[in-house]
């Protein structure tokens, strides 16, 4: 059998600040990083965090993801990590999480099932390449470890999603047999040319399989070129029990079942601490709870009508299916790209999602402006959708880094800019800072990244109807966040797929008029940015989807220019501890600060 491939190694009773060095440059890709540097600092996103949460816990670590965001260097949080370690000691067995048995539908579920379309084989796929000699043998085996370990890989829905009758099922391990789902393809002989259109084709078959009913959420299909060559495991899933951050949970399982092969043990992988039925169950309870009813009036108020169509509220239901010829993929280059996602959250202390979304909401005003735009528009709000990863801090104790399934928030944010100097914002000047510190300050008032909006819509029976009543945002936004491309080892993702990109049943409307799924691809020459615009054919042109999308790029490149200016960036309200500081306030004392410097 051949070599595992080389993973870095943490000893019982690791050093804190060296293991999560490592870890930091691990998920990274950086050759080192030093213990004054910060993740954030670094790039690195939510996404990112909860990978150095999952990797710190098998090295001993405790953490949350919450701290690696906020700690302001390796070795602040280092620190972090012995204090609850000690905490962990101190505490008393608790009670089991709830693992099988009924699975309380959550409210991406019952976002999905409103759609009203098709969702058999709705799915998420990802094709890795295999080491020389991974065979049949070795691939039931890591998949049966997969299915064994990740509870919703084996969830059962009787009646189908949506029904009223008997809720998802979780059975116990062993229920679902990976041999059953696991089709070896000999692909001896075919070369690296032809491998792509081979896992595609066989992926396709593969999708057809798929059955909720029947427990069948994943297919595995592994192109097995012999001892001396690279072969392809393609991953098919049901949509309903994976997501973006569970691929990657799944990815660093597979090594590490390899390396148990490899060395010639059985694969056994570490459970989650918090499994999703018992996640679910604490969603019901939170939906209900007084710190989210509170909430219903905050998100009432988002959804209200807009004076301008584009970026408002629509009625649900009525727009066609998602069809390849209502689809648009743009690609920014590394140049771009590189400090739009690094330099230019840390103007503001921000995040990728501020950066991206004041680009959109800018252009979404340019677009306004060339149809002939309303003067009596004073407020400029530009109403989105907004998915998040869903794996928030809202209850104690829960830890999801390592928790495979759908955890998906979607929730309303309404930005209002207020009327931008558009061509100034377009040239990269003080327009785009003052949108971004804008945009900054409403996504950071969101309570709990949005969670509470799925909760109160499709959990609660009392605001659940009136938050319905208010229509959907015309406009979808989905930041993936960063995917390794490129590499040539094995289990990176194999060339000529795209990654874990959604893929629908045909027939199945859209949720959103217009649609912008983004992701981040690092590869040997850098980061890229690739943006994917669907929209539905009977709500806009499509010549007028394509402005709009050229439209976003041309106030990302704005971004970036107005990043590299001296006078760029700035503290916002919620940076300081004041009470009542507003932004005129911080720029100004920034402004007599900087004369007397």
Same mark, same amino acid.
């Given at each position: 059998?051949?070599?595992?491939?080389?993973?870095?190694?943490?000893?019982?009773? =690791?050093?804190?600040?060296r293991?999560?060095?490592? $870890?930091?440059a691990?998920?990274?890709?950086?050759?080192?990083?030093?213990?004054?540097?910060?993740f954030?600092g670094l790039?690195?996103?939510?996404?990112?965090a909860i990978?150095?949460?999952?990797?710190?816990?098998?090295?001993?670590l405790?953490v949350?993801?919450r701290d690696?965001?906020?700690?302001?260097?390796?070795?602040?949080l280092?620190?972090? /990590?012995?204090?609850?370690g000690?905490?962990?000691e101190?505490a008393?067995?608790a /009670?089991?999480?709830?693992?099988?048995?009924?699975?309380v539908?959550? =409210?991406?579920m019952?976002?999905?099932?409103? %759609?009203?379309?098709p969702v058999?084989t709705?799915n998420?796929? %990802?094709?890795?390449?295999?080491?020389?000699?991974f065979g049949?043998?070795?691939?039931?085996?890591?998949?049966?470890?997969l299915? *064994?370990?990740?509870e919703?890989?084996r969830?059962? $829905?009787?009646?189908?999603?949506?029904?009223?009758?008997a809720?998802?099922?979780? &059975?116990?391990?062993?229920s679902?047999?990976?041999a059953?789902?696991?089709?070896?393809?000999?692909a001896?002989?075919?070369?690296e040319?032809?491998? =792509?259109a081979?896992?595609?084709?066989?992926?396709?078959?593969?999708?057809?399989?798929?059955?909720?009913?029947?427990g069948?959420?994943l297919r595995?299909?592994?192109?097995?070129?012999?001892a001396?060559?690279?072969?392809r495991?393609a991953? #098919?899933?049901?949509h309903?029990?994976?997501d973006?951050?569970?691929?990657?949970?799944?990815q660093?399982?597979?090594?590490?079942?390899?390396?148990a092969?490899?060395?010639?043990?059985?694969?056994?992988l570490?459970?989650? !601490?918090?499994?999703?039925?018992?996640?679910?169950?604490?969603?019901?309870?939170?939906a209900?709870?007084?710190?989210?009813?509170t909430e219903a009036?905050?998100?009432?108020?988002a959804?209200?009508e807009?004076?301008?169509?584009?970026a408002?509220v629509?009625a649900p239901?009525?727009?066609?299916?998602?069809?390849?010829?209502?689809?648009?993929?743009?690609?920014?280059?590394?140049?771009?790209?590189?400090p739009l996602?690094?330099t230019?959250?840390?103007?503001?202390?921000g995040t990728?999602n501020?950066?991206l979304? /004041?680009a959109l909401?800018?252009?979404?005003?340019?677009?306004?402006?060339?149809?002939g735009?309303?003067?009596?528009?004073?407020?400029?709000?530009?109403?989105?959708?907004?998915?998040?990863?869903?794996?928030?801090?809202v209850? *104690?104790?829960?830890?999801l880094?390592?928790?495979?399934g +759908?955890f998906?928030?979607?929730f309303?944010?309404r930005l !209002?800019?207020?009327r &931008?100097?558009?061509?100034?914002a377009?040239?990269?000047?003080?327009a #785009?800072?003052?949108?971004?510190?804008?945009v900054k300050?409403?996504?950071?008032?969101?309570?709990?990244k949005g969670?509470g909006?799925?909760?109160?819509r499709?959990l609660n029976?009392?605001t659940?109807?009136?938050?319905a009543a208010?229509g959907?945002?015309?406009?979808?936004?989905?930041y993936?966040?960063?995917?390794?491309?490129?590499?040539?080892?094995p289990?990176?993702?194999?060339?000529?797929?795209?990654f874990?990109? *959604?893929?629908?049943?045909e027939?199945?409307?859209?949720a959103h008029?217009?649609?912008?799924?983004a992701a981040?691809?690092?590869?040997?020459d850098g980061?890229?940015?690739?943006a994917? +615009? /669907?929209w539905?054919?009977?709500?806009?042109?499509?010549?007028?989807?394509?402005?709009?999308?050229?439209e976003w790029?041309?106030?990302l490149r704005?971004?970036v220019?107005?990043?590299a200016?001296p006078d760029?960036?700035?503290?916002? =309200?919620?940076?300081v501890?004041?009470?009542?500081?507003s932004?005129?306030?911080?720029?100004?004392?920034?402004?007599?600060?900087?004369?007397l410097?």
């Amino acid at each position: 059998m051949a070599e595992p491939v080389h993973r870095t190694e943490h000893p019982a009773g =690791p050093d804190p600040v060296r293991t999560l060095r490592t $870890l930091f440059a691990e998920v990274l890709g950086r050759a080192e990083v030093d213990a004054g540097h910060s993740f954030t600092g670094l790039g690195g996103d939510s996404i990112q965090a909860i990978q150095v949460v999952s990797r710190a816990r098998a090295a001993g670590l405790v953490v949350s993801t919450r701290d690696v965001l906020r700690a302001e260097s390796v070795s602040a949080l280092a620190a972090t /990590t012995v204090a609850q370690g000690r905490m962990r000691e101190d505490a008393g067995p608790a /009670t089991p999480p709830r693992r099988l048995g009924p699975l309380v539908p959550t =409210p991406i579920m019952g976002w999905l099932a409103e %759609l009203g379309g098709p969702v058999d084989t709705y799915n998420q796929s %990802l094709v890795l390449r295999t080491p020389p000699g991974f065979g049949a043998a070795a691939a039931e085996r890591t998949v049966q470890a997969l299915l *064994d370990t990740h509870e919703m890989l084996r969830l059962r $829905l009787p009646d189908g999603i949506g029904a009223t009758g008997a809720e998802p099922v979780v &059975p116990p391990a062993g229920s679902v047999a990976a041999a059953d789902l696991l089709e070896h393809v000999d692909a001896r002989g075919t070369g690296e040319a032809q491998l =792509p259109a081979l896992t595609r084709e066989r992926m396709r078959a593969a999708r057809r399989l798929l059955s909720p009913r029947d427990g069948h959420m994943l297919r595995a299909v592994l192109l097995d070129r012999g001892a001396g060559q690279q072969g392809r495991l393609a991953l #098919v899933i049901h949509h309903l029990v994976v997501d973006g951050v569970s691929w990657r949970i799944l990815q660093d399982d597979l090594r590490s079942c390899w390396t148990a092969l490899a060395e010639g043990r059985e694969p056994v992988l570490e459970p989650a !601490a918090t499994p999703f039925a018992h996640w679910a169950d604490l969603l019901r309870a939170e939906a209900t709870s007084g710190r989210r009813t509170t909430e219903a009036d905050r998100w009432a108020a988002a959804l209200r009508e807009a004076p301008q169509p584009l970026a408002g509220v629509r009625a649900p239901g009525g727009l066609d299916p998602e069809s390849p010829e209502n689809t648009l993929t743009l690609t920014l280059g590394p140049d771009v790209t590189g400090p739009l996602l690094t330099t230019a959250p840390g103007l503001v202390n921000g995040t990728v999602n501020d950066v991206l979304l /004041t680009a959109l909401a800018l252009a979404v005003l340019g677009r306004r402006g060339a149809d002939g735009e309303d003067p009596q528009d004073m407020e400029g709000a530009v109403l989105v959708d907004v998915e998040g990863h869903g794996r928030e801090d809202v209850a *104690d104790g829960t830890d999801l880094s390592r928790t495979v399934g +759908w955890f998906t928030t979607v929730f309303p944010v309404r930005l !209002a800019l207020g009327r &931008p100097d558009l061509d100034e914002a377009r040239a990269g000047g003080p327009a #785009v800072g003052a949108a971004l510190r804008l945009v900054k300050e409403e996504l950071r008032a969101v309570p709990d990244k949005g969670i509470g909006f799925g909760l109160l819509r499709h959990l609660n029976s009392r605001t659940g109807p009136d938050l319905a009543a208010r229509g959907i945002p015309q406009i979808g936004f989905n930041y993936l966040g960063r995917f390794p491309m490129g590499g040539d080892a094995p289990w990176d993702a194999a060339p000529g797929h795209d990654f874990a990109l *959604d893929d629908a049943d045909e027939g199945l409307p859209m949720a959103h008029a217009v649609e912008v799924n983004a992701a981040a691809h690092e590869g040997p020459d850098g980061l890229t940015l690739s943006a994917t +615009w /669907t929209w539905a054919g009977n709500a806009f042109p499509g010549p007028w989807v394509h402005d709009l999308a050229h439209e976003w790029f041309t106030m990302l490149r704005a971004v970036v220019t107005h990043a590299a200016r001296p006078d760029a960036g700035g503290l916002t =309200p919620s940076d300081v501890s004041l009470a009542q500081v507003s932004q005129a306030d911080l720029d100004t004392f920034e402004s007599q600060l900087g004369a007397l410097l």
